[in-house]
């Protein structure tokens, strides 16, 4: 070897080992965050014996004492409720009385799980007895900016209506439903209400059926949670699906059979609403029991170094439940582990708190929350941020981890996996959404330090996904924090028991979790906090369904 080439290979040398320095000097801690340290936290987290993370459930509270143990072992300050780092949520559980729920037609019971079913998820059904006639109302929805109206020419007072269904219709999609909801747009249960429908019956896509065949949830020996403090409105609207056989009972003799219409809802081609005969009427009985389950956020916060900016925080989040278990296996599997979804994000922030505490203090305060019920419909961000533990408006942004574990390999065809994320790339969401400072600092900080590739595609109110509102950062951002997302993508195991931890780029992994410590360590340390100088677009700030 020449003695020129001995001098440029040193050189190359000498400026990777100042270049590490210099990222190490820049954000300490950094250095503990590692690819086999990420795995040993996620293969616990995504392990059988937690069964899929449910909320509520036992695996859920192992989660939970397992990040807690290492919390306080790292010296941080606990910020749940009474001294410890669980924020208790009370859940009010209902399950389906299978005995006494029942639907009467034409002098004949359909039985509960059998013939039908009624499911409490996202407020879909609620406890009740109703009679009434039945009108079948298409798809059902009111969107008044596409001209669709499944009521302009029917009547459903003091009925209850049929619906083909849940899909949005042809012609409309999820950007379409804007501004104030029930005046400028409703969902069919909800407009059916308001119009004075009694209840509704479901006619089920094929969607719908496998659903009901797979999921414990909805069946008449499992349990159905919802946040107790936000069940909010007491209503009497029973709501089923009808299966096959009940749906072809009530359209015999109809103008359209129920074959017809089991067709349509596979299509999503409903047709015009009509009246059923005078003479058919149905009853309802939707009757549950109840009781109240505690499960918990995990709260923790690692003080900061300066005497002024320590009562201020940098917010950092994922959740860490799932989906539980199936009832059906699938290739012999029937656990929802939830490696990515979201064990990466939950061991990131895990990974994030320990290399804080063996680091250098920020001069902000760090605070770590872990939601719970997330799979659920954001349950312990909301509740985190209804009764916060620290106080909202000291929170300067709220960084939020919820599936980055996956990357797309170069020979990957798989319609699944088409807008998944490759190994060095990373959906950023949210970032400039409300402040552009914060934008320009989650920028500037992976220029100079991990360089992925940001992908901005999803970060755009018009989204057809509407991810934004989809993960906890949601309830940070509608109490004015400027929040940052960080997601891989949907893929071929999202939401599917094939989501494994050998399934894991912990490459990719290292490097996103890395990036938001930087993220995390800048936002922490500037004299002031970031300015929120754009109003969050009105479209962002509910879920539509």
């Known amino acids: 070897m020449n003695k020129e080439r001995t001098k440029s290979l040193l050189l190359i040398v000498f400026f990777v080992f100042a270049s590490t320095l210099a990222q190490t000097g820049k954000y300490p801690g950094a250095e503990v965050i590692t690819a086999s340290q990420l795995k040993t936290y996620l293969s616990f987290i995504a392990s059988d014996e937690l069964e899929g993370r449910d909320t509520p459930s036992k695996g859920l509270d192992i989660a939970a004492?397992?990040?807690?143990?290492?919390?306080?072992?790292?010296?941080?300050?606990?910020?749940?409720?009474?001294?410890?780092?669980?924020?208790?949520?009370?859940?009010?559980?209902?399950?389906?009385?299978?005995?006494?729920?029942?639907?009467?037609?034409?002098?004949?019971?359909?039985?509960?799980?059998?013939?039908?079913?009624?499911?409490?998820?996202?407020?879909?059904?609620?406890?009740?007895?109703?009679?009434g006639q039945l009108v079948y109302v298409g798809h059902g929805w009111y969107i008044k900016n596409k001209g669709i109206n499944a009521y302009d020419s029917i009547d459903v007072k003091d009925k209850i209506v049929v619906i083909c269904g849940l899909s949005i219709p042809k012609?409309?999609?999820?950007?379409?439903?804007?501004?104030?909801?029930?005046?400028?747009?409703?969902?069919?249960?909800?407009?059916?209400?308001?119009?004075?429908?009694?209840?509704?019956?479901?006619?089920?896509?094929?969607?719908?059926?496998?659903?009901?065949?797979?999921?414990r949830r909805i069946l008449s020996n499992e349990w159905v949670v919802q946040v107790e403090k936000f069940v909010g409105e007491k209503f009497e609207f029973p709501t089923i699906f009808a299966s096959p056989g009940l749906?072809?009972?009530?359209?015999?003799?109809?103008?359209?059979?129920?074959?017809?219409?089991?067709?349509?809802?596979?299509?999503?081609?409903?047709?015009?609403?009509?009246?059923?005969?005078?003479?058919?009427?149905?009853?309802?009985s939707v009757v549950v029991r109840r009781d109240k389950p505690v499960t918990q956020n995990?709260?923790?916060?690692?003080?900061?170094?300066?005497?002024?900016?320590?009562?201020?925080?940098?917010?950092?989040?994922?959740?860490?439940?799932?989906?539980?278990?199936?009832?059906?296996?699938?290739?012999?599997?029937?656990?929802?582990?939830?490696?990515?979804?979201?064990?990466?994000?939950?061991?990131?922030?895990?990974?994030?708190?320990?290399?804080?505490?063996k680091g250098e203090r920020p001069k902000r305060s760090m605070l770590f929350v872990w939601h719970c019920g997330e799979e659920k419909g954001l349950w312990g961000s909301r509740y985190f941020t209804t009764y916060p533990t620290v106080p909202l408006k000291q929170i300067v942004t709220q960084l939020n981890i919820d599936m980055i574990g996956r990357s797309k390999k170069a020979n990957d065809t798989l319609r699944a996996n088409a807008?998944?994320?490759?190994?060095?790339?990373?959906?950023?969401?949210?970032?400039?959404?409300?402040s552009s400072q914060v934008g320009e600092l989650t920028e500037s900080v992976n220029k100079s330090y991990q360089r992925l590739i940001f992908n901005f595609k999803y970060d755009d109110p018009a989204d057809p996904n509407r991810f934004f509102f989809r993960s906890d950062h949601f309830h940070y951002a509608n109490h004015g924090i400027p929040a940052v997302f960080f997601f891989d993508g949907e893929h071929e195991d999202y939401h599917r028991p094939g989501d494994e931890v050998d399934r894991i780029d912990f490459n990719k992994m290292m490097k996103v979790t890395k990036t938001v410590y930087a993220l995390a360590w800048e936002l922490a340390n500037t004299r002031t906090r970031p300015v929120v100088d754009k109003e969050l677009p009105q479209e962002l700030t509910r879920n539509p369904f």
């Open 65 to 131: 004492k397992f990040l807690a143990v290492n919390l306080s072992r790292w010296g941080f300050k606990p910020a749940g409720d009474n001294g410890t780092y669980f924020q208790n949520v009370e859940l009010t559980r209902m399950k389906v009385d299978p005995e006494q729920t029942r639907v009467e037609f034409d002098g004949k019971d359909y039985r509960f799980g059998d013939d039908f079913i009624a499911s409490f998820a996202a407020g879909m059904s609620s406890p009740g007895t109703v009679t």
């Open 298 to 357: 995990v709260v923790a916060v690692l003080e900061g170094s300066d005497n002024r900016l320590r009562n201020e925080y940098v917010a950092l989040g994922a959740h860490y439940d799932h989906l539980g278990m199936r009832t059906t296996p699938v290739n012999g599997d029937s656990i929802y582990n939830g490696a990515d979804d979201d064990g990466s994000g939950t061991t990131a922030v895990l990974a994030l708190a320990e290399a804080l505490a």
């Open 171 to 215: 012609g409309a999609s999820g950007a379409d439903l804007t501004g104030k909801v029930g005046e400028d747009w409703d969902n069919p249960r909800r407009r059916a209400r308001a119009l004075g429908a009694k209840g509704a019956i479901i006619v089920p896509s094929p969607g719908i059926l496998i659903v009901w065949k797979d999921s």
């Open 419 to 434: 807008e998944l994320s490759g190994p060095n790339e990373i959906y950023v969401i949210g970032s400039k959404m409300m």
């Open 247 to 284: 749906v072809n009972a009530l359209f015999r003799g109809e103008s359209v059979s129920g074959q017809a219409l089991l067709t349509r809802a596979a299509t999503n081609e409903p047709g015009a609403p009509f009246d059923l005969k005078n003479s058919k009427k149905v009853t309802i």
